[in-house]
């Protein structure tokens, strides 16, 4: 069964840093892609960024992150982390940890992780 489960959401202000991680388990974790998903309160999901699997290593991420957020992959731990830098009120929202259907970041997303909340004070 594939689990995902995220953590250290939290509380930050404006210019602060968050760092999430996501515990992947049930399938190998090294060949997929995974991915970072967020939905703002009220608002729709928003894919963020995500990296490829089976070694490729290759990170795509919308504009808005870029020089902000880095996503990484610890492949003999089995953990993907999204490091959160200058945060800004509107990146507060749930973030979600998404396993791809592929080693290839554009495929679909999968399985989803429960969420944790980022909320980013003014």
């Known amino acids: 069964e594939v689990q995902l489960v995220e953590s250290g959401g939290g509380l930050v202000q404006h210019g602060g840093s968050l760092r999430l991680s996501c515990a992947a388990s049930?399938?190998?974790?090294?060949?997929?892609?995974m991915s970072w998903v967020r939905q703002a309160p009220g608002k729709g999901l928003e894919w963020v960024l995500a990296?490829?699997?089976?070694?490729?290593?290759?990170?795509s991420y919308i504009d808005s992150v870029k020089g902000r957020f880095t996503i990484s992959r610890d492949n003999s731990n089995n953990t993907l982390n999204l490091q959160m830098n200058s945060l800004k009120p509107e990146d507060t929202a749930v973030y979600y940890c998404?396993?791809?259907?592929?080693?290839?970041?554009?495929?679909?997303?999968?399985?989803w992780g429960q969420g944790t909340l980022g909320t980013v004070s003014s």
């Open positions: 998404t396993k791809v259907s592929s080693n290839s970041w554009s495929a679909g997303l999968a399985y």
């Open positions: 049930g399938f190998t974790f090294s060949t997929y892609a």
């Open positions: 990296i490829s699997g089976g070694g490729g290593g290759s990170i």
